[in-house]
């Protein structure tokens, strides 16, 4: 009877937008982050999003869910999750979806399908994402079609008179070869949400503190962190979200990472 309660409680308030907690437990910090972008988009005056690794658009989802009304662009690689997106995305006129990856050159490429659909990557799995993760292996490659931002921004921002980008990336080790794909358009990107990663969950996969000292020489610093998932044994941080915001009259000059 008292989970039960508990349960009622917990839907009714999400349902009118609020979350019920107990501090007696250790909470993740996901569940503060629509408030945090909602803030920061209202800061920022975003009026475009470039949602990069959309998988079935969740992330777009949410955004309509806080208020944002903008133009969305939904950015994913793999047939069967395009098709789920696609299909959601239909019943809003301002929400646009791709049916690519995004990188540092134009190209086709072999992109890795996991167990479950949300570890889709260019790059391979390390020990640790077997040892944390459920489905976490590959059961099958896709051919899919690899461009830069750069190659496409005028198509995705068309009509926005002055675009004013949030650029959202989750590509599974990938996000630093997406911006350095995205220099020239840089202008017009007013922040940025990065996956990066402590413990790596694939070969080759960018540390955090390089991703961090990237984003920092093209002119972005972090406003939140959100822990995303936990190593099983120790709870120490796999990975986690940034969102990064531009530090006005910065004068940084855009730097390519190898």
Same mark, same amino acid.
């Given at each position: 009877? @008292?989970?039960l309660l +508990?349960?009622?409680?917990?839907?009714? #308030?999400r349902?009118?937008g609020?979350?019920?907690?107990d501090?007696? @437990?250790d909470?993740?910090?996901?569940h503060?982050?629509p $408030?945090h972008?909602? @803030?920061? =988009?209202?800061r920022?005056?975003v009026?475009?999003v470039?949602d990069?690794g959309?998988n079935?658009?969740h992330?777009?989802?949410?955004l309509r869910d806080?208020g944002? %009304?903008?133009r969305?662009v939904s950015?994913?690689?793999?047939a069967?999750?395009?098709?789920?997106?696609?299909d959601?995305?239909?019943?809003?006129?301002?929400?646009?979806?791709?049916?690519?990856?995004l990188?540092?050159?134009?190209?086709? +490429?072999?992109?890795?399908?996991f167990g479950a $659909?949300?570890?889709?990557? &260019?790059?391979?799995p390390t020990?640790?994402?077997?040892?944390?993760?459920l489905n976490?292996?590959?059961?099958q490659?896709?051919?899919?079609?690899?461009k830069?931002?750069?190659?496409?921004f005028?198509e995705?921002?068309?009509?926005?008179?002055d675009?004013?980008?949030?650029?959202?990336?989750?590509?599974q $080790?990938?996000?630093?070869?997406v911006m350095?794909? #995205?220099?020239?358009?840089?202008p017009?990107?007013?922040?940025i949400q990065?996956?990066?990663?402590?413990i790596?969950?694939?070969?080759?996969m960018?540390?955090?503190?390089?991703?961090?000292? =990237?984003?920092r +020489?093209?002119? =972005?610093?972090?406003t939140?962190? &959100?822990?995303?998932?936990?190593?099983?044994? %120790? $709870?120490h941080v796999?990975?986690?979200?940034?969102?990064?915001?531009?530090?006005?009259?910065?004068g940084? #000059?855009?730097?390519?990472?190898?």
């Open positions: 009877m @008292k989970a +508990k349960s009622i409680i917990r839907t009714a #308030a349902k009118t609020y979350i019920v907690l501090l007696r @437990k909470q993740p910090t996901f503060f982050q $408030g972008l909602r @803030k920061v =988009f209202a920022s005056q009026n475009c470039i990069v959309a079935v658009g992330f777009a989802l949410m806080i944002f %009304t903008g969305i950015v994913e690689p793999t069967a999750s395009y098709a789920v997106l696609s959601k995305a239909s019943r809003d006129d301002t929400w646009k979806t791709l049916n690519v990856a990188g540092d050159r134009d190209e086709e +490429k072999l992109l890795n399908i $659909g949300d570890l889709n990557s &260019f790059l391979s020990t640790n994402m077997s040892a944390n993760l976490s292996e590959i059961t490659t896709e051919a899919v079609v690899v830069k931002l750069d190659t496409i005028d995705i921002s068309d009509g926005i008179p675009p004013r980008v949030f650029l959202k990336l989750d590509t $080790g990938y996000d630093l070869k350095n794909g #995205a220099l020239q358009s840089l017009s990107i007013v922040a990065s996956e990066m990663s402590v790596p969950l694939y070969e080759g960018t540390d955090y503190l390089e991703a961090l000292a =990237f984003y +020489k093209l002119g =972005f610093e972090p939140g962190v &959100f822990p995303l998932e936990l190593e099983r044994n %120790t $709870g796999l990975e986690f979200d940034v969102v990064l915001t531009r530090r006005e009259a910065q940084v #000059a855009p730097t390519s990472v190898n």
